[in-house]
């Protein structure tokens, strides 16, 4: 990729995309790998520095949902690649990550009111806010900063 074509709210959006892009990876590997220990781990956090009393975590008995979420994860890795690889073309697939973790933010939210909290819900609530207001802040920039893409979508 020419870096000098490219606008500088451009290259920071391609660096956002690849920070992300190996996030999902990284955290899919260990969602796949090593479930429990790393929701225990987030839990043990939890306890050590915010006093946040957790039950302790169990092997889930649905391994079916636990598929689903680590496809979700592989579709969140391709968008982010995806865009940063192409974006002229690509640039539509942001809005598919922005509203991906929208919607997990809001659905983790919730569970961190249910009757049993986990400290990791509260964890992924928060990183997913996060998530969706940096990438929205940088796609913004990033349109904005050219007018034909800002147009196309208008």
């Known amino acids: 990729m020419k870096d000098f074509r490219y606008t500088r709210q451009e290259r ?23 479930p ?7 839990n043990d956090i939890g ?3 915010f006093n946040f009393s957790s039950p302790p975590v169990r092997y889930p008995p649905m391994e079916f949902w636990w598929i689903l979420s680590l496809g979700y994860k592989g579709v969140l890795a391709f968008a982010c ?3 940063q690889r192409n ?17 997990s933010a809001m659905g ?15 964890t992924g609530a928060v990183s ?5 207001l940096l990438t929205w802040y940088f796609y913004g920039k990033a349109l904005n900063s050219r007018p034909e893409l800002s147009s196309s979508l208008a």
């Open 12 to 34: 920071h959006m391609f660096l956002w995309l690849r920070l992300l892009l190996a996030a999902f990876l990284l955290i899919g590997l260990l969602f796949a790998f090593v």
């Open 36 to 42: 429990v220990s790393l929701f225990q781990y987030l």
């Open 47 to 49: 306890r050590a520095f």
């Open 81 to 83: 690649f995806q865009a």
């Open 87 to 103: 974006w002229f073309r690509n640039h539509h697939f942001v809005p598919l990550v922005i509203l991906g973790k929208a919607i």
């Open 108 to 122: 983790l939210t919730l569970l961190s009111f249910s009757d049993k909290p986990q400290f990791y819900f509260l």
């Open 128 to 132: 997913d806010g996060l998530i969706v």
